[in-house]
Each structure stands twice: as structure tokens, then as C-alpha cells.
Nanobody, 120 residues
Framework: VQLVESGGGLVQPGGSLRLSCAAS????????MGWYRQAPGKQRELVASVTRGGIANYVDSVKGRFAISIDNGKITVYLQMNSLKPEDTAVYYCNAGLIPTMTMQVGNYWGQGTQVTVSS
């Protein structure tokens, strides 16, 4: 199982970015997918998560600015980030709780990370 992220980059304050994360491999079921971020010198934090059924959860600092969505058919999660602030600068990591067909046990999987930099 692999999670491949895309969509990071440099954006000015107030701008927007859309992150994508596609899961590949032989997957029986995805339970949840989400995004974490880690800024220099800080701990990794959960930004947003979404269940297979579409129930979303956000950290308070991004509520009203970020929107997470999932495409179960494509096994892809998206994070639309609007009104970006310099404090959103971090490496963003995709995360998935899913069941590979090979093991038939729930596992926690991570992407390689994508840099988001908000700066003028």
C-alpha cells in the first residue's frame, strides 16, 4: 500500500492550494483518511480527517478555511486550503486507516509529505 501526495507549493498569504493523496495497492477497505502537518520545531498535528462515510473533523485553527473530501472510488483524499496564513506553513502528510487485502487487518499508513509554504 502506498499513499502518494501532490499539490504542495509556495503561495502568498490569502491564497489557496489543493492537496491530493491517492492510495494504491490491493486495498480491501478504507476507514478514514486525513492530513497531518508538521512545522519546524513543532510536533505533528492532525489538520483534518474524513471517514469513509464523509464525516469530517478539523483542528480549530483551520475551521472555515480548509475543506477535506474523499473519493472512495479513487481512494483519494483532498484538502482544499483557502485563506492561507504564514502559520499554515508546514510539511503536510497524508494518513490513512485502511485494510489491505493481504493482511485483512487495519493498518495506519503515511505518505511521504509535501511542503506547503505561505509567504509573501
Amino acid at each position: 500500500v502506498q499513499l502518494v501526495e501532490s499539490g504542495g507549493g509556495l503561495v502568498q498569504p490569502g491564497g489557496s492550494l489543493r492537496l491530493s493523496c491517492a492510495a494504491s495497492g490491493s486495498i480491501f477497505r478504507v476507514n478514514t483518511m486525513g492530513w497531518y502537518r508538521q512545522a519546524p520545531g513543532k510536533q505533528r498535528e492532525l489538520v483534518a480527517s474524513v471517514t469513509r462515510g464523509g464525516i469530517a473533523n478539523y483542528v480549530d485553527s483551520v475551521k472555515g478555511r480548509f475543506a477535506i473530501s474523499i473519493d472512495n472510488g479513487k481512494i483519494t483524499v483532498y484538502l482544499q486550503m483557502n485563506s492561507l496564513k504564514p502559520e499554515d506553513t508546514a510539511v503536510y502528510y497524508c494518513n490513512a486507516g485502511l485494510i489491505p487485502t493481504m493482511t485483512m487487518q487495519v493498518g495506519n499508513y503515511w505518505g511521504q509529505g509535501t511542503q506547503v509554504t505561505v509567504s509573501s
